[in-house]
């Protein structure tokens, strides 16, 4: 009897991903490539990364949409609801730098502590990210981020677009009264 190498090359993989957990390079891949949609956008990249079902959570962000208020998005809301919505948002906005630094990772879910170098302040963020298991040999791994929590230091990043101004030494003092 014939078999096919695809059966075989689907079993193989099928038994050797049984448990259907992250290995260290699922976790890097996915880290690195989370990165690039956030410092270089693609939409192809996109699809091999985030699930169709895509969601993400960052009151970080939602206060840089707000340049630095509380509308239009409400803080504590959800800032994507959908990877259309992601791949909207990433695509307007212009390439900054992104650095994986440290990645920990369980069965599903991948901690990614980043930093973008912007000037003049860098910023740091920890983004968790929830996976799933895709058999789709042509992804480069076989799961897809399928949630997002991440936070990151928005004042900095603020700052960094001229948005927000470190107070007058007048204005610390004043504060410092009213406190
Ligand atoms: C950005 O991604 C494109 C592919 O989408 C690639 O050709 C290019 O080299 C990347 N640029 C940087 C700076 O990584
Ligand atoms: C990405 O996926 C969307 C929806 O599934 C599809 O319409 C689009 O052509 C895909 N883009 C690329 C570059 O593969």
């Not at 959800?78 to 307007?92: D, I, L, N, P």
Request: glycine content about 4%; aromatic content about 8%.
């Amino acid at each position: 009897m014939k078999v096919s190498i695809i059966s075989v090359l689907a079993t193989t993989v099928l038994s050797t991903a049984s448990a259907q957990c992250l290995l260290q390079s699922d976790a890097n891949t996915l880290a690195t490539n989370f990165g690039k949609l956030v410092s270089n956008y693609s939409e192809a990249l996109a699809n091999k990364t985030l699930a169709p079902d895509f969601i993400d959570y960052s009151e970080s962000v939602n206060t840089l949409i707000d340049n630095g208020g509380d509308t239009p998005v409400p803080l504590l809301s959800q800032t994507f609801s959908s990877r259309a919505a992601f791949e909207k948002a990433s695509a307007a906005q212009p390439s900054v730098p992104f650095a994986v630094k440290n990645v920990w990772f369980n069965c599903n879910t991948i901690t990614v502590r980043w930093e973008s170098d912007q000037s003049p302040k860098p910023v740091i963020g920890i983004s968790v990210m929830q996976t799933r298991f895709v058999l789709n040999l042509q992804n480069p791994v076989l799961f897809q981020i399928a949630e997002v929590w991440g936070e990151f230091d928005s004042g900095a990043w603020l700052t960094n677009l001229g948005i927000l101004k470190q107070a007058s030494k007048k204005q610390r003092r004043e504060i410092a009264f009213e406190a």
